[in-house]
Structures are given as C-alpha cells and as structure tokens.
C-alpha cells in the first residue's frame, strides 16, 4: 500500500503535500468565505492524502454525510499518516458503509418530539432549533447525519418563521438551542435576524449557538459577526457558545483569536467533544484537549458518547471508556476542565450524566461515609451529620469491608502528607 503511494511518483501526480501548497496559497487564507469556496469534496480526496483501501472504500461506499472540508481543517491533517485523529474526522472509512442491526437514523427520536419542522421539543423549558443544513467541515462522526449536508432538509424563513411562532406561544421556554448544521453558516443578516426575532420573544432569556466553526474555520469569527452577536447580548438575552473541540490539534492560535473575539462579545464559550474510537477515545489524550481548552478560554461542557446512527460503528466505544476517562482527569486538571460525561438516551429519553464512582459506601454503626480518593487513591472517612434522617438513604458498606478499610483509611483527624514521592 505505501510503497504503490510512493512509486505514483513515476507518473506526473504532484504529491499530496504539493498539491496541498497550491491549494493554501491559491487565495486569501483569512478569508472564511474563499475557505468555503475551496472547500475540499469527495472526488478530490486522493489529491490531497495517500488514500488507505478502507479510506477508498469509505469515499465509493458510505451510508453517511457528505464529504467537505475547508483548506484550514485540512491543513491539521496528515496527508501520510492514516492514524491522524483529523484525518479521520474528515476521510470517510470502510466501517462507515456498515449499517449494523442496532443502528437507526433517528435514534434519539428527535422527528417525534418536533411540534414544527425544525424544532425539538423535548425538554420542558428548552428547545432544540434546526437553523441549516450546512456546515464548514462535514464530520464522519456528525450525529445529525440524517440531515446535515442534504439540501432537502433545508429551513426556509418560513420555516423559521413557524419555529419562532411556536416559541412565541410556550412561555415555558426560556432557552433555544441554535444547531443544525452549523448556525454560523448562515450569513451575518440571517444570523442577526434569528437573534433579534428570539430577542424580541420576552420568556426567552438564553440563546445558545451550537457551532464547530470556531474548530474548523475560525475565520468566520469576524468582527462583524461579532458586533451583531453583542447587539443582541443584551439584558433581555444571553448568548452562549457551544463548540466541539475533539482533539488538541484544533487547539490552534487561529482558534484561540476566535474564541478570544466570542468572550469579548460577551459570550461564554463552553466544549462538548464526543469520544471517538482511535482519535480520542484514551485517558492522556482527553487530558491534554482539555489542559489545551482552557489555555483558550474554553470551559469544558459536555463528553458525548457517539450515537446509534447508521455508520457509527467505526466510531463507538464501550461506555466503561467515558467512565475512566473521567476518573482520570479528576485531580489532573482544574474542575472546569472536566466535562460531564452524558449520554443522550436512544428513543428519545433525553441525557443523563455518568461518572466514576469514588463513594464505598456508609457504615452505620460509626455513621461514617468511606470514599476513595481521587488524587492519592487512599481511604477518606466523613461522618454523616448528627441527627440527619437519612440514614436509610445511603448504601450500607459491610463490617468485613470496613475493618479492612479502617487500618489505611484517612479522615479529619488523621491526614496525608504533601504529593511529592509518595503519590503522582
Ligand atoms: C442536548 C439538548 C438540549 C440541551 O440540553 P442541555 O443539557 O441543557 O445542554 C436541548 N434539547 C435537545 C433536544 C437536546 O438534545
Ligand atoms: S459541524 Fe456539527 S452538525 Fe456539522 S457535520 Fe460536524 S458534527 Fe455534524
């Protein structure tokens, strides 16, 4: 395989990496909308990586989104190197043509719980808003594959129109959802017209945009856009960003001036990342996304398992990933650092959050609660208050464990020593 990449040298083929250099130098880099008309499709691919049989595949075969990425999100990837996590973030591969028995298009049952096209209604005092189709980068993992990049499922303004309506008349929203697609593919008046409709409605008071453009194209972070996002962060509205960084290499200066621009508009910038199977799916390499994110200013928000939808396989991990994961990081980074670990519930259940578990148990004689740390590891005793009634509440932990646990166990009146030699 790469020795027949290596030998197409023969033939007059410039090689990814030049062809590469002609396409960044064959416009203004710093201008979004020649990013987006440059943006790289399917059929040019093999212009601009050494393809693997499975990426081949992939391209011919797959049940999933279109193929785009801007020249910048390219320009992250390893034209060599299959195992780039942005590689595969943008090159379809073979497991992507599989639709396997316990994948569904919709499995979070998203078209059920839409009162009007373009709308997800399923919490009491939020809703989701379908604003477009399109976005920067189409990535092989995006869960909304049933609709991103197709162009029937485009929203009109009367579409929107509707949404709005719909809005207007459930006072118990107090927070709209902006997603699609990305909503900063949209042009800066359709944007300002969104924002000042939802402005105008007086129940709600937080808008948040769901965008990857601030990874994938940073450049659409104009000042521009940035004067019509803080026109409407107003006393009537709050405007929050959610983003999805998946790994450090998106961490780039480009992003950080992005996001540096959002925060001065006003807008507080939280990440939602998704583990994905051999791109981010280990303890170190959260790890140092997360130190990275909050080097730019980035709060950690959510980690996303990836969902039920077809293709997916390819990117799925067990859910004791999530778990350890995130008992790794705790004590490692600063607790805004740390995402909640959720998963969206399939049939339309919603998210619950998962974590590790550092509580033992209660041991009701000494009415004492044992946890694990999460720093040393070592045995931590804290007494339940004196005439609490919730005895009943906490899970007993047994005599043959507490007598083994109570010999290496710390509590207010017996402490560790400094981290240093002793622990990590
Ligand atoms: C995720 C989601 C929201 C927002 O949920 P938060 O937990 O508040 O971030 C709202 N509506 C739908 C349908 C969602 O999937
Ligand atoms: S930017 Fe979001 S909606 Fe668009 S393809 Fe990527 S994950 Fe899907």
């Given at each position: 395989?790469?020795?027949?990449?290596?030998?197409?040298?023969?033939?007059?083929?410039?090689?990814?990496?030049d062809?590469?250099?002609?396409?960044?130098?064959?416009?203004?880099w710093?201008?979004?909308?020649?990013?987006?008309q440059r943006?790289?499709?399917?059929?040019?691919?093999?212009?601009?990586?050494?393809?693997?049989?499975?990426?081949?595949?992939?391209?011919q075969?797959t049940?999933?989104?279109?193929v785009?990425?801007?020249?910048?999100y390219?320009?992250?990837?390893?034209?060599?190197?299959?195992?780039?996590?942005?590689?595969?973030?943008?090159?379809?591969?073979?497991?992507?043509?599989?639709?396997?028995?316990?994948?569904?298009?919709?499995?979070?049952?998203?078209?059920?719980?839409?009162?009007?096209?373009?709308?997800?209604?399923?919490?009491?005092?939020?809703?989701?808003?379908?604003?477009?189709?399109?976005c920067?980068?189409?990535?092989?993992?995006?869960?909304?594959?049933?609709?991103?990049?197709?162009s029937?499922?485009?929203?009109?303004?009367?579409?929107?129109?509707?949404?709005?309506?719909?809005?207007?008349n459930?006072?118990?929203?107090?927070?709209v959802?902006?997603?699609?697609?990305?909503?900063?593919?949209?042009?800066?008046?359709?944007?300002?017209?969104?924002?000042?409709?939802?402005?105008?409605?007086?129940?709600?008071?937080i808008?948040r945009?769901?965008?990857r453009?601030?990874?994938?194209?940073?450049?659409?972070?104009?000042?521009?856009l940035?004067?019509i996002?803080e026109?409407?962060?107003?006393?009537?509205?709050?405007?929050?960003?959610?983003?999805?960084?998946?790994?450090?290499?998106?961490?780039?200066?480009?992003?950080k001036?992005?996001?540096?621009?959002?925060l001065?508009?006003?807008?507080s910038?939280?990440?939602?990342?998704?583990?994905?199977?051999g791109i981010?799916?280990d303890?170190?390499?959260?790890?140092?996304?997360?130190?990275?994110?909050?080097?730019?200013r980035?709060?950690?928000?959510?980690?996303?398992d990836p969902?039920?939808?077809?293709?997916?396989?390819?990117?799925?991990?067990?859910?004791?990933?999530g778990?350890?994961?995130?008992?790794?990081?705790?004590?490692?980074?600063?607790?805004?650092?740390?995402?909640?670990f959720?998963?969206?519930?399939?049939?339309?259940?919603?998210?619950v959050?998962?974590g590790?578990?550092?509580?033992?148990?209660?041991?009701?004689?000494?009415?004492?609660?044992?946890f694990?740390?999460?720093?040393?590891?070592t045995?931590?005793?804290?007494?339940?208050?004196?005439?609490?009634?919730?005895?009943?509440?906490?899970?007993?932990?047994?005599?043959?464990?507490?007598?083994?646990?109570?010999q290496?166990?710390?509590s207010?009146?017996?402490?560790?020593?400094?981290l240093?030699?002793?622990?990590?």
């Open positions: 395989m790469e020795r027949l990449g290596k030998n197409r040298g023969i033939a007059d083929l410039e090689s990814p990496a062809s590469r250099k002609s396409l960044y130098s064959s416009f203004v710093t201008d979004y909308k020649a990013q987006l943006r790289v499709k399917a059929e040019d691919l093999p212009k601009y990586f050494h393809l693997t049989e499975s990426e081949k595949i992939g391209i075969e049940i999933r989104l279109n785009g990425t801007t020249p910048y390219l320009s992250l990837s390893d034209p060599e190197d299959p195992n780039c996590p942005i590689r595969k973030m943008i090159v379809p591969r073979r497991e992507e043509s599989f639709f396997s028995p316990e994948e569904t298009l919709d499995p979070l049952h998203e078209e059920d719980l839409s009162p009007v096209k373009g709308l997800t209604h399923m919490y009491p005092d939020r809703v989701l808003l379908f604003s477009n189709h399109e920067s980068v189409y990535c092989r993992h995006c869960m909304r594959g049933r609709k991103v990049s197709d029937t499922e485009r929203m009109e303004t009367a579409d929107l129109e509707l949404c709005f309506d719909y809005i207007r459930h006072p118990e929203i107090s927070d959802v902006i997603s699609g697609g990305d909503p900063l593919n949209l042009s800066d008046s359709k944007i300002d017209w969104i924002l000042e409709n939802l402005e105008k409605i007086s129940h709600v008071k808008c945009l769901g965008t453009n601030p990874v994938t194209l940073p450049m659409r972070i104009t000042t521009d940035c004067k996002v026109s409407h962060n107003t006393d009537r509205l709050s405007i929050f960003c959610n983003t999805q960084f998946n790994h450090e290499k998106e961490c780039t200066s480009e992003a001036e992005a996001i540096l621009k959002l001065k508009a006003g807008v910038v939280g990440n939602q990342c998704v583990i994905l199977k981010n799916d303890e170190e390499t959260m790890l140092r996304l997360h130190r990275k994110l909050l080097e730019l980035i709060r950690a928000y959510y980690m996303y969902e039920l939808i077809p293709g997916s396989r390819g990117f799925r991990t067990p859910l004791a990933k778990i350890q994961i995130i008992e790794y990081m705790r004590g490692k980074v600063a607790g805004m650092g740390i995402p909640q959720v998963n969206d519930l399939p049939g339309g259940g919603g998210k959050s998962l590790p578990n550092w509580y033992l148990g209660f041991h009701k004689p000494s009415r004492n609660h044992v694990r740390s999460a720093v040393r590891g045995y931590h005793l804290s007494p339940e208050p004196v005439g609490s009634e919730y005895e009943e509440f906490y899970p007993e932990i047994s005599e043959e464990t507490w007598s083994k646990l109570l290496n166990s710390y207010a009146f017996k402490g560790l020593g400094p240093g030699e002793s622990g990590k």
